[in-house]
């Protein structure tokens, strides 16, 4: 098994990027403008790329205001399904760290590789959305 890991410092409150991570507004904000959500343990979240022909869907498994939330992929892309996506948050000053994981990749393809990237790409558009109101999600990102 192999772990996608990222490092992120955020200049905003720890209460403010955790509710980016999991109000509906938040995540369209920042990840996907096609997000249905709930910030309730056990809720399922659907994300929709490319105008709804991928959907990603998972399961809150972890709710712990402001410090932690994750998700457990339960469909979409194969390679996905069964990831524990995990957002670990600090406070650091007038700063909250982001510690993000996504864990249990079965190999490290060229998808992962991707993945990787994009997901590098997107906590910098999480950074930008929590500190100046403006990210760039999908489908306003970049492609690789």
């Given amino acids: 098994m192999v772990d996608i890991l990222h490092k992120i410092r955020i200049h905003a409150p720890q209460e403010k990027v955790f509710e980016s991570l999991t109000s509906q507004a938040g995540l369209a904000g920042w990840w ?56 670990q948050l600090s406070q650091d000053g007038g700063s909250t760290v982001v510690h993000f994981a996504q864990q249990d990749w079965a190999q490290a393809t060229s998808m992962f590789m991707h ?23 999908h489908p306003d990102d970049l492609k690789l």
């Fill in 32 to 87: 996907t403008q096609d997000v249905k959500a709930q910030a309730r343990l056990d809720a399922e979240i659907h994300f929709g790329f490319d105008a709804g022909k991928t959907v990603m869907r998972f399961r809150i498994s972890e709710l712990s205001p402001p410090d932690r939330v994750s998700w457990r992929c339960l469909d979409g892309d194969s390679q996905w399904k069964g990831t524990l996506i995990v957002f």
């Fill in 115 to 137: 993945c990787n990237t994009k997901w590098a790409y997107f906590l910098l558009s999480l950074k930008s959305y929590c500190e100046n109101g403006v990210g760039t999600p």
